[in-house]
């Protein structure tokens, strides 16, 4: 159980609270896959949101934006 705890500490970047460690590893083996599975979906949409709103700036800046915003 101990594996799964630090699994899942590690995805929370915080201690487990108390009442998860009376799940099974599976359950928090499960609970650790749903939260990166979230973290890289938000991910891809703040990515798709930063694209999306480079279409307001004109064309020919949108090189030189890119470069400031993602360096």
């Known amino acids: 159980m101990d594996d799964a705890v630090d699994i899942l500490e590690e995805e929370l970047g915080a201690p487990v609270p108390d009442g998860l ?3 099974s590893d599976e359950q928090l083996l499960a ?3 749903l939260l990166q599975d979230a973290k890289a979906r938000g991910q891809e949409e703040l990515q798709d949101g930063v694209e999306d ?3 307001f700036v004109p064309r020919l800046m949108r090189g030189s934006v890119r470069k400031i915003l993602f360096g």
């Open 21 to 23: 460690t009376q799940l």
């Open 31 to 33: 609970l650790a896959d």
């Open 53 to 55: 709103s480079l279409n």
